[in-house]
């Protein structure tokens, strides 16, 4: 059964913190994503990677950063959390990339920040 | 720019009652498309796509879409819902040169 993980169902941090969201696949995919879901906005994505080192700015980057030092590894740093950054982050990995083929997601992290 | 819209924020439907959510495109070309779902607390799950071909296409859990070139629609449909079936719905077109653009969702709530 493939398997993408992340690693905090659920986060609280504080103004200003640098905050760390670790996502693993195991299906040797080339691509991977990142996303954040708000109510009433759907999924919008912040940043992806099809290779390891290799990453492009999605639709909205702005305060955030990823780091893709191994294949099955995708991470998505937020160097000074913000309220406005309370979201539900979803990570994703998919064999093709651009959007041919099908994502495979994980279950996501609530992050709040306070 | 491309984009989708999915017109129906939120539906009720009654258990045993059929099912049509709505999707509609804006894109350069015809775009691959994917319909998936989101139970509650969970990430999303590829419910069917379309790539070429036959234009009524089936998949998980007793759903099917129709693809309708002239209309840009992508509808996703189910005879008889099931109260398992509440969820949120999204449509997703897609295409080599784009990553994939998410609508906004249609949340399902099923009447028992």
């Known amino acids: 059964d493939v398997k993408v993980t992340q690693s905090s169902r659920y986060l609280v941090k504080r103004t200003g913190e640098k905050v760390f969201l670790e996502c693993v696949q195991d299906?040797?995919?080339?691509?991977m994503f990142w996303y954040r879901q708000d109510p009433g906005l759907g999924l919008r994505l912040i940043y992806f990677?099809?290779?390891?080192?290799?990453?492009e700015k999605g639709d909205i980057p702005e305060g955030y950063s990823v780091s893709r030092e191994k294949k099955e590894r995708f991470s998505l740093i937020l160097e000074s959390a913000s309220t406005n950054q309370t979201s539900m982050y979803l990570c994703?990995?998919?064999?093709?990339?651009?959007?041919?083929?099908?994502?495979?997601f994980g279950p996501g992290t609530r992050l709040t920040v306070t | 720019a491309q984009s989708v819209t999915q017109p129906d924020i939120h539906i009720t439907v009654s258990e045993g009652a059929s099912l049509e959510l709505r999707c509609n495109y804006s894109y350069g070309a015809t775009p691959y498309l994917f319909w998936y779902v989101q139970s509650p607390g969970q990430g999303l799950q590829l419910l069917l796509k379309y790539f070429s071909g036959d234009t009524l296409v089936q998949g998980i859990k007793g759903f099917e879409a129709e693809f309708k070139r002239s209309q840009s629609s992508f509808n996703l449909r189910k005879p008889s819902v099931h109260w398992s079936d509440a969820a949120e719905y999204f449509c997703?077109?897609?295409?080599?040169?784009?990553?994939?653009?998410f609508g906004k969702g249609t949340k399902l709530s099923v009447i028992p």
């Open positions: 994703a990995s998919s064999a093709l990339g651009g959007g041919l083929g099908e994502q495979y």
């Open positions: 990677s099809y290779d390891v080192k290799m990453k």
């Open positions: 299906m040797d995919h080339e691509n």
């Open positions: 997703a077109p897609g295409a080599g040169s784009y990553q994939l653009t």
